[in-house]
Nanobody, 129 residues
Framework: QLQLEESGGGLVQTGGSLRLSCAAS????????IGWFRQGPGKEREGVSA????????SYGASVKGRATISRDNSKMTVFLEMNSLTPEDTAVYYC??????????????????????WGQGTQVTVSS
């Protein structure tokens, strides 16, 4: 059974950067689409980024485009999310999730929460002003 655990969150100053990790256990990440989502205080959960099977595609939400990079290290069973130029608007609990890999499903579909069925517990990121 696949399990995911996020790490790398913490307190960051405005303008800073961080790297979040999503470590898998139980099963290999091969064949899975991995997504990052976040939920800020009083906000709905939103898609931040996702990476397709065999790194066939990467996608980013509008709020982080140009500031985020998603990558995968299958040998370490880990997916990373690097973000820079952080602002207080990036303050949120960040979750990673795993869903089916697909080569013929629209990426927009695979950026939605409903695509994913295995979730981590989340890691808190707080950006101070």
């Amino acid at each position: 059974q696949l399990q995911l655990e996020e790490s790398g969150g913490g307190l960051v100053q405005t303008g800073g950067s961080l790297r979040l990790s999503c470590a898998a256990s139980g099963l290999s990440l091969d064949g899975y689409t991995i997504g990052w989502f976040r939920q800020g205080p009083g906000k709905e959960r939103e898609g931040v980024s996702a990476i397709g099977t065999r790194d066939s595609w990467m996608s980013y939400g509008a709020s982080v485009k140009g500031r985020a990079t998603i990558s995968r290290d299958n040998s370490k069973m880990t997916v990373f999310l690097e973000m820079n130029s952080l602002t207080p608007e990036d303050t949120a609990v960040y979750y990673c999730a795993a869903g089916p890999g697909s080569f013929n499903t629209p990426i927009q579909t695979m950026m939605k929460e409903s695509w994913y069925d295995v979730w981590g517990q989340g890691t808190q990121v707080t950006v101070s002003s």
